[in-house]
């Protein structure tokens, strides 16, 4: 079957850093994805790996490891626009399909 | 630049009813999907369309239809709404399969009475 898991909630402080994970069990893999989602706003496209390690961009960074089956989004020098969902994906790899699998979102609340 | 719009932006709509959900995207993407996010339950795709001409089936796509005439638009029917149709449709768009990125609308949220 295809399960991503997340945490539902996180809170943390302006200026600090955090990390969310992810973990995911799916038939196919073709790449691992981080969205972002403010309340009532559509999902906008933060990262992408495809291969085993650390991608750096900007105040996020984004690492994965296809032998755990795990990802994790770090988010440093927390700002108050850091509130928001964040959603993890899995591209399905079964086929040529674009098709993303989502976890549920981590709803981030930064406070002063 | 409108990138991906999608009509209505909101809609109630009667039990038993048929609704069309618009989407037209101006960046020339081959690949479109439909999803629909309900709280608890993430994003889930109802159906996508790899290029013009063909489409096929999500992980929810019961009780809904597309089709891809062209590569700009690709509308979701829903033939006889019900209540557990109710949520946010999300219609997105990526240069092809293997692209990196989809690009998301700005949502229609729908209610089934």
């Known amino acids: 079957g295809q399960n991503i898991d997340q945490p539902t909630e996180m809170t943390a402080t302006e200026g600090a850093i955090v990390q969310i994970n992810c973990t995911y069990q799916?038939?196919?893999?073709?790449?691992l994805f981080w969205y972002q989602q403010h309340a009532g706003e559509a999902p906008t496209f933060l990262s992408y790996?495809?291969?085993?390690g650390l991608e750096e961009k900007g105040r996020f960074s984004s690492f994965l490891s296809r032998s755990k089956g795990y990802s994790y989004l770090l988010l440093k020098e927390l700002q108050m626009k850091d509130s928001a969902s964040y959603l993890c994906?899995?591209?399905?790899?079964?086929?040529?399909?674009?098709?993303?699998?989502f976890g549920q979102g981590t709803t981030l609340q930064v406070k002063p | 630049t409108a990138g991906i719009t999608q009509a209505p932006t909101s809609q109630i709509l009667a039990a038993g009813r048929s609704m069309t959900l618009r989407c037209t995207q101006d960046?020339?993407?081959?690949?479109m999907y439909w999803y629909r996010q309900d709280l608890g339950l993430g994003l889930r795709l109802i159906h996508y369309?790899?290029?013009?001409?063909?489409?096929g089936k999500g992980e929810v796509p019961d009780g809904y239809s597309v089709s891809r005439a062209n590569t700009d638009d690709f509308p979701l029917t829903l033939a006889s709404a019900v209540p557990s149709q109710t949520s946010v449709y999300f219609c997105?768009?990526?240069?092809?399969?293997?692209?990196?990125?989809?690009?998301f609308g700005p949502g229609t949220r729908l209610t089934v009475l």
């Open positions: 997105a768009s990526s240069a092809g399969t293997s692209a990196n990125e989809q690009f």
């Open positions: 799916t038939s196919g893999f073709n790449g």
């Open positions: 790996n495809v291969l085993d």
């Open positions: 994906a899995v591209r399905d790899g079964s086929g040529n399909t674009g098709k993303l699998i």
């Open positions: 960046m020339r993407h081959n690949a």
């Open positions: 369309s790899n290029t013009a001409g063909t489409t």
